[in-house]
C-alpha cells in the first residue's frame, strides 16, 4: 500500500488535534468541581492515545474511539475517590485495560447497524465470532494482545513528550535522528549541522532523561 501524501498526512493530524482537543475540554469540564483537575489534565495526556488506539484496532469509528477516551477516564476519575482500584488484586495496566474493554462494548452495544458488528472469525468449534464476542470473552486474548502492543508504543510516546519538555529542542533533534531514527552519525552530522560530539552528548543526555521518565512511568503503572 502507498504512503498517503504528505498533505493527507497533515489533513489527519489536524483533525486529530481538534479531536483530542474538543475531547480533552469536555472532559475536564465534566470535573469541574473537581480538586484535583490537573492531575486528570495529565492522566488524560499520558493514556489517550493508547484507549483511542485500541478503540479504533478494535474495530470503532473515530468519533467512538474518542468516546471511550472520555468514558474510560471520567469512569477512572470515579471509581479513584472511591478507592475502587486495589494494586493488590492486579496490575494498572490490567485494570485500565479492563476499563477500556467495558467501554469498547459499550459503543458496540449502542450500534444497531454496522457491517463491523458482523465482521467476525471463525472460533476452534467452526463457529464464526463478532467484535464484540471476541472482546468479551477472555479466553480470546483478542484485546490482550491489542493492548499490549499499544501499552509499550504509549509508555515509550509519553516518555518521549516528557522528554521533549526538558531538553533543547536542537539536542531533542539530533537524538530523535541519531537514535529513533536510527540515522548514522555522519548523516546527523550532515543534515542537522552539528559536530560528532553534539551527536554522541545528545544521545547521552537525552537517553539517560528518557531512561528516567519510562522507569517512572512504568513504576506508576505498575
Not at 120 to 128: P, S, T, V
Not at 180 to 205: C, F, N, P, T
Request: hydrophobic content about 35%; proline content about 2%.
Amino acid at each position: 500500500m502507498a504512503d498517503k501524501p504528505d498533505d493527507a498526512k497533515d489533513s489527519e493530524a489536524v483533525k486529530m488535534e481538534a479531536a483530542y482537543a474538543h475531547t480533552r475540554k469536555s472532559l475536564i469540564a465534566r470535573l469541574d468541581n473537581w480538586e484535583d483537575q490537573r492531575t486528570w489534565d495529565e492522566f488524560y495526556k499520558t493514556y489517550w492515545k493508547l484507549i483511542y488506539a485500541v478503540g479504533l484496532k478494535a474495530g470503532l469509528r473515530s468519533d467512538e474511539a474518542f468516546d471511550v477516551v472520555q468514558e474510560t477516564i471520567l469512569s477512572i476519575a470515579k471509581q479513584s475517590k472511591k478507592n475502587m482500584y486495589d494494586p493488590e488484586k492486579g496490575s494498572f495496566k490490567s485494570w485500565l485495560m479492563n476499563m477500556t474493554r467495558w467501554r469498547i462494548n459499550d459503543q458496540f452495544r449502542k450500534r444497531k447497524k454496522d457491517t463491523a458488528m458482523s465482521i467476525g472469525e471463525w472460533d476452534d468449534e467452526g463457529r464464526k465470532t463478532s467484535v464484540i464476542e471476541r472482546l468479551e470473552d477472555p479466553k480470546s486474548g483478542t484485546l490482550e494482545r491489542l493492548w499490549d502492543v499499544e501499552w509499550k508504543k504509549n509508555l515509550a510516546d509519553a516518555a518521549l513528550a516528557k522528554v521533549k519538555a526538558q531538553v533543547s529542542p536542537k539536542q531533542y533533534q539530533i537524538f530523535d535522528c541519531y537514535v529513533i531514527r536510527e540515522w548514522d552519525a555522519g548523516r546527523v552530522q550532515e543534515q542537522l549541522g552539528v559536530s560528532m560530539s553534539q551527536v554522541y552528548l545528545a544521545k547521552h543526555r537525552v537517553g539517560k532523561i528518557l531512561k528516567k521518565e519510562l522507569s517512572k512511568l512504568n513504576e506508576d503503572a505498575g
